[in-house]
């Protein structure tokens, strides 16, 4: 059994505390109301003190804390979470005019070892359970997110089955009851897994990390395409729209290299027949990597080119650049700091 009590809905709750505290049965609904409003324990004031006491001692109730936030000058917040085993991950919560999203870790750390992105600096440690997805959204204010987005640190297929549970936990009617039409998940590209939550229904939106339009290229930013194939992962794309009905975001960063009139015509060749948006990102410039960006101009040539080729996109805005809002970059900048010695304002 589960440590982390928001692993559990509210059927098995209900099962718990039945079951192992012999308690009725409507002190579950009780119980899971407080837990989504991610309130202290002794807040809870219509659960018996004695149950709460021993809840306390079994369960992690509240297993995401905000260990650091920051505020950006454009308005997003950055948030460092601690977990209950002291490791951190990352959130960010963004303004849009559709409303606030927030985007959020599935793992600790990351195994996929992407150029461009700081996730993984401070290597692969653990998944993340469905609970603390969970806690994540509740800890961020879930009242105020009309919009999730997992694309926080690590690859959310490579933990498939907490991300199900936790895709099910986030939509369920007697949870949080969050739209799955306001929810993607972002991938490095595994086609077996693509597939795989194709078939499971849930219906959320899926965001395709491409970033270079031929396996040489691809290769030399993403290690995964070492193993799948562009022709593999667009197929599994295709796949997933023609069981979801989901139009596909194709995640594209902007470099010198991958930004020419060739790409513009491999992009049309790739997307043929895949209803489709491609997310044209501006590169991180918070890695290690010796990635050359491209300019503004040649990014909004390279997106006008697109256009003219019928192929839909946008360039997206840069949020959060002064609180080291990508992907990893906080995380890294505190885990790579000497004990006592962290430089975060």
């Known amino acids: 059994?589960?440590?982390?009590?928001?692993?559990?809905?509210?059927?098995?709750?209900?099962?718990?505390?039945?079951?192992?505290?012999?308690?009725?049965?409507?002190?579950?609904?009780?119980?899971?109301?407080?837990?989504?409003?991610?309130?202290?324990?002794?807040?809870?004031?219509?659960?018996?003190?004695?149950?709460?006491?021993?809840?306390?001692?079994?369960?992690?109730?509240?297993?995401?804390?905000?260990?650091?936030?920051?505020?950006?000058?454009?308005?997003?917040?950055k948030f460092l979470f601690g977990l209950h085993d002291n490791n951190l991950i990352e959130g960010v919560l963004?303004?849009?005019?559709?409303?606030?999203?927030?985007?959020?870790?599935?793992?600790?750390?990351?195994?996929?070892?992407?150029?461009?992105?700081?996730?993984?600096?401070g290597g692969f440690v653990r998944d993340l359970s469905a609970g603390e997805m969970l806690g994540q959204v509740i800890t961020a204010g879930a009242k105020d997110i009309s919009n999730l987005v997992l694309m926080g640190s690590g690859e959310p297929l490579d933990n498939y089955d907490n991300v199900v549970k936790f895709l099910r936990l986030v939509t369920d009617e007697k949870g949080l009851n969050m739209s799955r039409r306001n929810i993607s998940v972002s991938t490095c590209g595994l086609p077996d897994k693509i597939k795989k939550l194709a078939d499971e229904k849930i219906g959320v939106n899926l965001s395709l990390s491409l970033h270079a339009t031929t396996d040489e290229n691809r290769q030399k930013l993403m290690p995964i395409a070492r193993t799948y194939s562009i022709a593999e992962v667009m197929k599994s794309a295709k796949y997933y729209f023609e069981v979801t009905g989901r139009r596909i975001t194709i995640e594209y960063c902007l470099t010198k290299e991958n930004t020419t009139m060739f790409d513009v015509k491999r992009l049309a060749e790739l997307t043929k027949g895949l209803p489709s948006h491609i997310n044209l990102i501006p590169l991180n410039g918070g890695t290690k990597s010796n990635i050359i960006a491209c300019t503004k101009e040649q990014a909004q040539r390279f997106a006008d080119r697109l256009i003219t080729?019928?192929?839909?996109?946008?360039?997206?805005?840069?949020?959060?650049?002064?609180?080291?809002g990508a992907c990893g970059q906080l995380r890294a900048k505190f885990v790579g700091c000497k004990e006592g010695k962290n430089d975060l304002k």
């Not at 080729?309 to 080291?324: E, F, H, V």
Request: hydrophobic letters at 35%; charged letters at 25%; one cysteine or more.
């Open 1 to 77: 059994m589960s440590k982390i009590i928001l692993d559990n809905n509210i059927e098995e709750l209900t099962q718990i505390l039945t079951e192992r505290y012999k308690v009725p049965s409507f002190r579950a609904g009780q119980l899971y109301k407080w837990l989504l409003a991610g309130v202290d324990i002794c807040q809870m004031t219509d659960i018996p003190k004695d149950l709460r006491t021993k809840l306390d001692e079994d369960f992690v109730l509240n297993p995401v804390t905000i260990s650091k936030k920051l505020t950006s000058k454009d308005g997003t917040i």
């Open 94 to 121: 963004m303004n849009y005019k559709h409303g606030n999203t927030l985007c959020l870790s599935t793992q600790v750390g990351c195994k996929m070892g992407c150029v461009f992105c700081a996730s993984g600096e």
């Open 309 to 324: 080729a019928k192929i839909s996109n946008s360039i997206r805005r840069s949020l959060g650049t002064d609180i080291q």
